[in-house]
């Protein structure tokens, strides 16, 4: 599996953006950018995902590098909620030719965001 | 949102005793369905896939006899701890993605397993 690449920790401030980078320089052409976030002692939670272009959904940003080796995840405001680990992963897409599913997601050990009041 | 429910939330046994945990997605179909186990301040490590009547594939080093699967259904699967020590006492969560959401995986929000 392509390997990510994130610092171990990040601080911020509440309110301001926060950008959480993400290497990943041996990607392959089909393999999808995702972002998980998880709080304590819970589950994961879906924040975004793409493949080659900037995504913007109502959590976050996510802005692809043009060769694909990098990306980085963007919290325009930062919230005292925003406050958790972040994992950058790639994985493949999830449908083979046979129509078996597969796409597992492998972690990383993420960055943790720390957000100040 | 698609919700996945995730049961027990925490559950104590004593060792050589078995557990089972539930994972169901709730409002869609679940294609596949994933296991992790996650330690204290570790990232999680993903134990094994299962696709709906089909036997898991378990990554290497996971116990296949000790750490039973059954997606019987396309919105249930179960993880079986069988005969649990004191070292299988770990956060297991389990993932399930979505037919019509195929690249998105939705999360349980875990069991906290201990075992005495």
């Known amino acids: 599996d392509a390997k990510t690449t994130q610092p171990n920790s990040m601080e911020s401030n509440e309110e301001e953006p926060v950008h959480l980078p993400c290497n990943h320089s041996?990607?392959?052409?089909?393999?999808?950018i995702h972002w998980y976030r998880q709080l304590p002692s819970q589950g994961p939670e879906y924040v975004i995902h793409?493949?080659?272009s900037n995504v913007n959904n109502r959590m976050a940003s996510l802005a692809i590098a043009e060769d694909r080796k990098s990306s980085t995840l963007i919290l325009h405001r930062a919230t005292l909620r925003d406050a958790a680990v972040y994992y950058c992963i790639l994985s493949e897409s999830p449908w083979d030719a046979g129509g078996t599913s597969y796409g597992k997601l492998t972690f990383g050990q993420g960055t943790i965001l720390t957000v100040h009041p | 949102g698609a919700v996945v429910s995730q049961h027990p939330s925490r559950v104590i046994c004593k060792s050589g005793t078995s557990v089972k945990i539930e994972c169901r997605s709730l409002d869609f179909q679940a294609t596949t369905m994933f296991w992790y186990r996650q330690f204290p301040k570790q990232s999680l490590m993903l134990m094994a896939t299962?696709?709906?009547?089909?036997?898991?594939?378990?990554e290497q080093g996971v116990e296949k006899d000790k750490f039973l699967i059954n997606h019987a259904s396309l919105t249930l699967s179960t993880l079986t701890v069988t005969s649990a020590h004191p070292e299988d006492s770990s956060f297991y969560i389990c993932s399930a993605r979505n037919r019509g959401h195929n690249e998105k995986l939705f999360f349980g929000s875990g069991t906290q397993l201990s075992v005495l």
């Open positions: 299962s696709n709906e009547g089909s036997k898991a594939t378990y």
């Open positions: 793409g493949l080659t």
């Open positions: 041996t990607i392959s052409g089909t393999d999808y």
